[in-house]
């Protein structure tokens, strides 16, 4: 008899086993209904979200709302096609002139997801005879894309020019290179040293992609992201992103200045074989890009939101991912995955929900709490938020301070 397909997975098994039995299983989280950008009912209860990467609160921005109803009333549910078929309609290609405006590039590409952008472009951009080479703490998506393509996959330390430029070095003379990296990681909410990091790829002669993911719409005159708040757009060959998260839908794009950037829509398969995205979401994104361009109160609302969480919990006493608040995504890190697992739950029964981040999902070790800041948070809510983690803490008998990962020896 064959081995079981899923013996694979037992690590994964083993672990959700260990999860503590009189805690909420933070898998198994459903939305009831959603009240607003900040606020939802989860089973039942009223609870404030901190956890939804809605930086921009576009979800349910009016402009946005009313233009997917006004193209769900013109062009229907769906397009049943890809865009090199019959899944290209005229508003597919106003969102795309749309992002190249925002961005002020020449070319634009939409994609299905954020996570097929990644897919799509990184498999296709580099072949069997090139390099690709990847910030460690890269989001699954740029390791899948890496995958599905044939090119030679090398990992520098995170966020470490001066390893990415060692490893760019030992890259045979005359190869193709791409480097790939995040402006604002998702699980710590750190930056990218941008500056030093375009250096060291401009001197040995390779392409630059950036995912700005998590930057669109928050840094930058404009929204577009840190890339342009450091003003080093003309050094970045291909930006990447998603309508997931600023932009309040789904969706995913690639934007870029080079000039035979067009032929990646006969070549690049994730983009060829798939679904073009529904009208109403194109409809809707056109709105919201529009809306980030001047949306500058919003963007200090974020800041003035994040600062003051980050500030509260480090002072009382909480271990964060970072030293200051660095974007609107607050981490703080837990001693081990039981007392994440509890800490998650127990802020969860007092209406606050927020992410949860353990291993394999993180690197080994990291056990975090992920806070999501959204423009549309008010001041009392943020403060319950505070609150509320001094409350947990209470509750399970351990002080904040006592929540710190213990130092390897």
């Known amino acids: 008899m064959s081995s079981d397909l899923f013996d694979k997975f037992q690590s994964v098994l083993d672990q959700h086993a260990r999860l503590p039995k009189d805690a909420k299983d933070p898998f198994a989280v459903r939305m009831d209904e959603v009240h607003s950008q900040t606020e939802a009912t989860i089973n039942g209860k009223r609870t404030i979200l901190v956890g939804t990467n809605n930086y921009m609160g576009m979800t349910f921005d009016e402009d946005a709302l009313k233009a997917a109803r006004d193209a769900l009333d013109s062009f229907g549910t769906g397009t049943t096609g890809s865009r090199v078929l019959n899944g290209t309609y005229s508003i597919h290609k106003q969102l795309e002139a749309t992002l190249a405006d925002?961005?002020?590039?020449?070319?634009?590409?939409?994609f299905s997801t954020g996570y097929q952008a990644n897919l799509g472009i990184l498999s296709t951009l580099v072949?069997?005879?090139d390099y690709i080479i990847i910030d460690a703490d890269s989001h699954a998506s740029i390791y899948d894309g890496c995958a599905l393509g044939t090119a030679t996959l090398m990992r520098f330390k995170h966020n470490d020019a001066a390893d990415l430029d060692k490893r760019l070095g030992r890259i045979p003379e005359g190869a193709g290179k791409l480097v790939v990296i995040e402006t604002v990681y998702s699980m710590l909410g750190d930056k990218a040293p941008l500056a030093e990091i375009i250096k060291v790829t401009k001197k040995h002669g390779a392409y630059l992609a950036v995912d700005e993911a998590h930057s669109m719409g928050i840094y930058g005159k404009t929204g577009r992201g840190v890339v342009q708040e450091m003003g080093l757009e003309d050094s970045v060959d291909f930006i990447i992103g998603t309508f997931?998260?600023?932009?309040?839908?789904?969706?995913?794009?690639?934007?870029?200045?080079?000039?035979?950037?067009?032929?990646?829509?006969?070549?690049?398969?994730?983009?060829?074989f798939t679904a073009s995205l529904p009208p109403s979401v194109v409809a809707s994104a056109n709105s919201a890009i529009n809306s980030l361009r001047h949306a500058h109160n919003l963007r200090g609302a974020i800041w003035e939101s994040a600062s003051h969480l980050h500030g509260a919990l480090k002072d009382a006493g909480f271990n964060m991912g970072t030293s200051t608040a660095e974007s609107p995504i607050i981490a703080i890190c837990l001693k081990d995955m039981e007392m994440t697992v509890r800490f998650w739950s127990g802020l969860l029964e007092r209406g606050v929900y927020v992410n949860m981040a353990v291993p394999p999902a993180t690197p080994s070790g990291l056990n975090l709490l992920r806070c999501s800041v959204c423009a549309a948070h008010k001041p009392e809510q943020i403060e319950t938020v505070i609150r509320t983690f001094l409350e947990t803490a209470e509750g399970l008998g351990i002080k904040p301070s006592e929540t710190h990962p213990v130092a390897e020896a």
């Open 244 to 272: 997931s998260k600023s932009v309040g839908t789904v969706g995913g794009f690639c934007v870029s200045n080079h000039p035979k950037f067009e032929i990646l829509r006969l070549v690049c398969r994730p983009y060829m």
């Open 127 to 129: 072949g069997k005879d």
């Open 102 to 110: 925002f961005y002020n590039t020449k070319y634009a590409m939409v």
